[in-house]
């Protein structure tokens, strides 16, 4: 059974940067998808970036785009989230799920979902 674990998260002032990892464990299928959402308090959740495994092409939030990179580690068990240019109106839950076998074009359909990890951006 499939799980991903997310890490690096946590406060940053604005304008700052941070990069979130998902680690996935107990792949079974060749062709899937990783990507982000996050959801702030009282919102609903909106999709931020996804990554297919199979053509290593990122896709991304028209919101975020030019702000995040999206990308596969070596082994392509890991995904990162690089975030520049923060602001408060980042401030979420980002969520790491997987997908197959590819990105959903709304960027918010997944298979499965991780536990979820706090970024704060205060002003």
């Known amino acids: 059974e499939v799980q991903l674990v997310e890490s690096g998260g946590g406060l940053v002032q604005a304008g700052g940067s941070l990069r979130l990892s998902c680690t996935a464990s107990?792949?079974?299928?060749?062709?899937?998808?990783i990507g982000w959402v996050r959801q702030a308090p009282g919102k609903g959740r909106e999709g931020v970036a996804c990554i297919s495994s199979s053509d290593d092409r990122p896709y991304y939030a028209d919101s975020m785009k030019g702000r995040v990179t999206i990308s596969n580690d070596n082994p392509k068990n890991t995904v990162y989230l690089q975030m520049n240019s923060l602001e408060p109106e980042d401030t979420a839950v980002y969520y790491c799920?997987?997908?197959?076998?590819?990105?959903?074009?709304?960027?918010?359909?997944?298979?499965?979902w991780g536990q979820g990890l706090q970024v704060t951006v205060s002003p």
């Open positions: 107990g792949l079974t299928r060749d062709n899937y998808a």
């Open positions: 799920a997987i997908n197959y076998p590819y990105c959903g074009s709304s960027l918010i359909v997944y298979h499965r």
